[in-house]
């Protein structure tokens, strides 16, 4: 199982916002939008900074996806 941040980038592209301006908002560095980009483990207080910055749920930022293989 693995968790995607496809919805994060919707929910920026919708808001007419750009990476950098959710690294200034949420207070993150280029290394952490790099690791929601790849999909890769962030830790909660930053999905916290995150959905503070929007006004969302983390519901809204990202998804769990079950793997191909877990489904068997």
């Known amino acids: 199982m693995g968790i995607y941040y496809y919805k994060l980038f919707d ?3 919708r808001k007419g916002l750009k990476k950098g301006d959710l690294m200034k908002m949420a207070h993150i560095s280029n290394a952490t939008v790099a690791k929601l980009s790849s999909n890769k483990v962030v830790q ?12 969302c749920q983390p519901g809204d930022i990202m998804e769990s996806i079950p793997d191909k293989d877990d489904s068997e």
């Open 11 to 13: 929910l920026l592209n």
């Open 44 to 55: 909660t207080d930053i999905i916290d900074r995150i959905c503070a910055a929007l006004e």
